[in-house]
């Protein structure tokens, strides 16, 4: 399967995943969707790996992508004061960031500058009803910062081992290090049956689907074109957020979310590109008949 189809699948999958967890907060609040999340997430990965025991010098890497994973569970709570696209957008600059770390072609820079705009125009004045919150805004910053660092460190480890085995791990260390919350806040109705089963849902959809996807995707594109095609979240959560949750965006909000598709399809088409007129990539074609 094409790398960047793995990219949209994962995509779409943590979007769909996420509004199905903002779903939940009726039930329990953010620090319980986050303890079941990834508490369950790390025992289906457990599950369909089977993860042979991690090797010591490994253990640097896996705590932290654990640590990275843990902190990307801060979208939560920022959903719980923003819709779903316009916090997934707004986390969206961590990968950003990431995308224009070390550019050195004016058409990246191009794209990233694009997907920039987009994320302001969120934000305009006139743009809408959109309920703004700096703590908000603050929480899914943070979640992007850590979004960053998961997309460097899953690549690492996808590169280390295709087994999934480093990955499961790390998951597992970030289900250890917010596995208080769930109790301290939620109680025993963390436990309700309704409840698991909607975290085991959430969990399969929005955590162990993506995740897989993703690392299967970066062992086989650089992390700075991930990082921009991941553009593609504010999108899929505004229609995400829309169809499962009906929250409504603007006219001008949709219009910044399209610009920020644009610039997603356009560095994997300038990437594919310059693949295709690298040195490599020429001796590697057949020559020609005639």
């Keep these: 399967m094409p790398a960047p189809v793995l990219v949209l699948g994962s995509v779409i999958a943590v979007q769909t995943g996420q509004s ?16 079941l999340r990834l508490a369950l997430a790390a025992l289906i990965l457990c599950a369909l790996w089977r993860p042979r025991p991690p090797r010591r010098e490994a253990l640097p890497l896996i705590a932290a ?23 997934s957008t707004v ?24 997907a920039a705009v987009g994320v302001a125009m969120i934000y305009r004045p006139g743009g809408g009803p959109v309920p ?20 460097v460190l899953n690549k690492r480890a996808g590169g280390r081992r295709t087994d999934g085995s480093d990955l499961t791990w790390a998951v597992v260390f ?13 109680g025993m109705a963390l436990f309700h049956g309704d409840v698991l089963l909607a975290g085991a849902g959430t969990a399969l959809v929005s ?20 990082a921009v ?29 399209a610009c920020v598709s644009v610039a997603s399809g356009g560095v994997v ?18 020559a020609r008949e005639g």
């Design 20 to 35: 199905l967890g903002k779903g939940m907060f009726g039930q329990v609040g953010a620090p319980g969707v986050i303890t």
């Design 65 to 87: 992508l654990g640590a990275a994973i843990a902190g990307m569970q801060f979208i939560y709570p920022a959903m719980e004061r923003l819709p779903v696209g316009i916090a």
């Design 91 to 114: 986390q969206f600059l961590g990968p950003l960031v990431l995308a224009l770390a070390g550019s050195r072609r004016p058409a990246d820079v191009l794209w990233a500058g694009l």
């Design 132 to 151: 703004f919150s700096p703590t908000g805004v603050a929480l899914a910053l943070t979640s992007g910062a850590f979004m960053a660092a998961y997309l």
């Design 174 to 186: 970030a289900a250890l290090l917010v596995l208080p919350l769930g109790p301290a806040f939620e």
């Design 207 to 226: 955590a162990v689907i993506p995740w897989s996807l993703d690392q299967a995707a970066l062992r086989r594109l650089p992390e700075r074109v991930v």
């Design 229 to 257: 095609m991941v553009s593609l979240e504010p999108a899929a959560g505004a229609v995400s957020g829309l169809l499962v949750l009906g929250e409504h965006l603007s006219p001008p909000q949709w219009l910044a979310i």
């Design 269 to 286: 088409v300038t990437a594919r590109a310059r693949r295709g007129r690298s040195p490599a990539a020429l001796a590697d074609r057949p």
